[in-house]
């Protein structure tokens, strides 16, 4: 049973950072691209940040460019999003999400398993 649990939210100030991580289960972790998505109050679930099974290749939404950085540990089995510079615009639930085979890193519907989320809140 393929599992994903994030860690790592919690409630922070505007310039703050954090480090969430994906751990990852059930899965031949080395071979999944990984994404992170995030969801905010009365919003829809956007794309955030997302890497290639070799972690060779990265990709990131514009709110995320130059503040947030992705990496994984295929030793570990665990991604990670560091997140700098922090806003209460960032505010949400984030969610790893992993692919075996993908297209498009920011569309939600290519992922195959995702992550229960993990709850940023971060206060002006």
């Known amino acids: 049973q393929v599992q994903l649990v994030e860690s790592g939210g919690g409630l922070v100030q505007a310039g703050g950072s954090l480090r969430l991580s994906c751990a990852a289960s059930?899965?031949?972790?080395?071979?999944?691209?990984m994404g992170w998505f995030r969801q905010a109050p009365g919003k829809e679930r956007e794309f955030v940040a997302a890497?290639?099974?070799?972690?060779?290749?990265?990709r990131y939404s514009n709110s995320g460019e130059g503040r947030f950085t992705i990496s994984r540990d295929n030793a570990k089995d665990t991604a990670y999003l560091q997140m700098n510079s922090l806003k209460a615009e960032d505010t949400a639930v984030y969610y790893c999400?992993?692919?075996?085979?993908?297209?498009?890193?920011?569309?939600?519907?290519?992922?195959?398993?995702w992550g229960q989320g993990t709850q940023v809140t971060v206060s002006s």
């Open positions: 999400a992993a692919v075996l085979s993908i297209l498009d890193p920011s569309k939600e519907s290519e992922y195959d398993y």
């Open positions: 059930g899965l031949t972790f080395s071979t999944y691209s």
């Open positions: 890497i290639s099974w070799s972690g060779g290749k990265t």
